[in-house]
T-cell receptor
Framework: ETGVTQSPTHLIKTRGQQVTLRCSSQSGHNTVSWYQQALGQGPQFIFQYYREEENGRGNFPPRFSGLQFPNYSSELNVNALELDDSALYLC???????????FGDGTRLSIL | AQTVTQSQPEMSVQEAETVTLSCTYDTSENNYYLFWYKQPPSRQMILVIRQEAYKQQNATENRFSVNFQKAAKSFSLKISDSQLGDTAMYFCAFMNGNQGGKLIFGQGTELSVKP
């Protein structure tokens, strides 16, 4: 059974640029959730996708957007990057929208 | 709004001893779930244990057990026979059963297991 995989592992961008982070869900899981974890903090919920539809969103501006594909993999897109967007971005998948969430290793995004 | 509070930023324990990590939460909901996650320096968030609010029995997973006090809104994690590999950040998390899969995390407790 393949777990949750995220790519890339680490990414460096400059202010104003755009970035796309990718996540492959665990086999059999139809739900993907994205979180932002700033250094020394607990993760903050960005949004969740359930069967290709957004199923809840946290307190993040519209420049954070997402997508889920028919194979249930997902993308997180962030436009107009700001210095405060520097963080670890975690993806988690689950069997359904309320099931236990299993996390990937994360993508470390650094904004210069 | 739901909140999760972990009042112990750091804790340490000797190998083979027992340690308890504290967590309190605030909610007006009756349908919810509570979790403990472990995040080692490798950064992957690993699910340790899950508790459904409607279950009175405390969840147990091998050396890990919880003390769920619903009226007090307390959800502590006990680690027995601590091992060096238990060294990690531990996060308590809440999920509202009526609002989909949003996990609300506490600030974390950094646990060091010393030989």
């Amino acid at each position: 059974e393949t777990g949750v995989t995220q790519s890339p592992t680490h990414l460096i961008k400059t202010r104003g640029q755009q970035v796309t982070l990718r996540c492959s869900s665990q086999s059999g899981h139809n739900t993907v959730s994205w979180y932002q974890q700033a250094l020394g903090q607990g993760p903050q919920f960005i949004f969740q996708y359930y069967r290709e539809e957004e199923n809840g969103r946290g307190n993040f501006p519209p420049r954070f957007s997402g997508l889920q594909f028919p194979n249930y993999s997902s993308e997180l897109n962030v436009n107009a990057l700001e210095l405060d967007d520097s963080a670890l971005y975690l993806c988690a998948s689950s069997l359904d929208s309320q099931g236990p969430q299993h996390f990937g290793d994360g993508t470390r995004l650094s904004i210069l | 709004a739901q909140t999760v509070t972990q009042s112990q930023p750091e804790m340490s324990v000797q190998e083979a001893e027992t340690v308890t990590l504290s967590c309190t939460y605030d909610t007006s909901e009756n349908n919810y779930y509570l979790f403990w996650y472990k995040q080692p320096p490798s950064r992957q968030m690993i699910l340790v244990i899950r508790q459904e609010a409607y279950k009175q029995q405390n969840a147990t997973e091998n050396r890990f057990s919880v003390n769920f006090q619903k009226a007090a809104k307390s959800f502590s994690l006990k680690i027995s026979d601590s091992q060096l590999g238990d060294t990690a950040m531990y996060f308590c998390a809440f999920m509202n059963g009526n609002q989909g899969g949003k996990l609300i995390f506490g600030q974390g407790t950094e646990l060091s297991v010393k030989p």
